[in-house]
């Protein structure tokens, strides 16, 4: 009995080394190439403006978080020593800092979910077969095509101490007014951002929903399913990978808001309510002269958003 046990261990063995042996190991080329190595040719142009455009400036913005960086004269060599870890203590325990992420946090609380749910559901509606869908398609998408300074001229008009809005709501009108209201002009900021990029998202779910086969809303509208179950049973579901790229494109294009406050609130108002760590990046790089920390609140904010897309992530692939 235990000659036959070491004989089939033993042909197991060398059945094992085999089929080691007719496997190929994998050079660093293959690796680095893959099967196809003429496609990291058609990649390179791509790979070049990327390191161009985002990894050569995230590396020159860490490395200025790190000295005491100053703009000097053209062609002038002067010292930038290096402070360590200064620049991040002096940036941390600045109200202002905290002041700016809180706001970008109140920011996105509102315009993230407001924009997931409402791109997904015009998507969902305009996937039908409606009059005038092309109508409606081309008219949500106009907004995110339109000059930022065009329509924030419009949204001014509207939400101004005198405008139609207050107009409307008569004696309801809130005092002091929309974008004056250290309350409420973070909310409208984020309002409007929603609306002017709705088209961009509702075109990323359509192209999700193409995919979605009919026979799924026909089994499901057989079975009894009323719109709002095949809504929450079908649809939500089948077009989960598009919300995970919804949700972290819409934190991204968040995190970075700059244009909407810088001009619906002149720069950050009412008294810092809808500053921006990304505004308050310019004001304290160009306006002030502290690229250093500058440099210092650009590294805490990728650090932050890498950590919420990676939550995103975890949460949107466990569901």
Do not use: C
Request: hydrophobic share 50%.
């Amino acid at each position: 009995m235990s000659s036959i046990k070491s004989e089939t261990l033993r042909s197991r063995r060398t059945a094992g080394a085999a089929g080691g042996a007719k496997k190929p190991r994998q050079t660093w080329r293959l690796r680095l190439g893959g099967h196809q190595p003429i496609g990291m040719v058609f990649v390179s142009p791509y790979l070049l403006y990327l390191a161009a455009i985002f990894v050569y400036p995230l590396g020159f913005a860490v490395w200025m978080s790190f000295h005491d960086y100053f703009f000097a004269a053209p062609g002038v060599e002067v010292e930038r020593p290096f402070v360590g870890l200064d620049n991040y203590t002096s940036v941390l325990t600045d109200p202002d800092v905290w002041r700016s992420f809180y706001n970008i946090a109140v920011f996105l609380v509102i315009n993230v979910p407001l924009t997931v749910v409402g791109s997904l559901v015009l998507a969902t509606a305009l996937n039908r077969k409606l009059p005038l869908r092309s109508f409606f398609r081309t008219a949500y998408y106009i907004p995110y095509v339109t000059a930022s300074v065009a329509v924030v001229g419009v949204w001014m008009f509207l939400f101004n101490s005198d405008g139609l809005v207050n107009r409307a709501l008569g004696p309801l009108a809130p005092e002091p007014s929309w974008l004056v209201n250290s309350h409420l002009a973070m909310p409208v900021v984020a309002v409007f951002v929603a609306w002017k990029q709705l088209g961009f998202f509702v075109v990323l779910y359509l192209s999700a929903l193409q995919n979605v086969p009919n026979e799924l809303y026909e089994s499901a509208a057989l079975d009894g399913a009323g719109r709002l179950r095949i809504f929450r049973s079908i649809t939500v579901p089948a077009v989960r990978p598009a919300t995970l790229l919804v949700l972290i494109l819409a934190t991204i294009t968040g995190a970075n808001l700059f244009t909407e406050p810088y001009l619906l609130t002149s720069g950050g108002g009412p008294d810092g309510a809808t500053t921006s760590p990304v505004l308050l990046m310019y004001q304290r790089g160009l306006q002030q002269g502290h690229p250093d920390e500058a440099a210092a609140i650009g590294v805490i904010l990728v650090v932050l958003i890498t950590a919420i897309s990676l939550i995103y992530r975890r949460l949107v692939e466990r569901d």
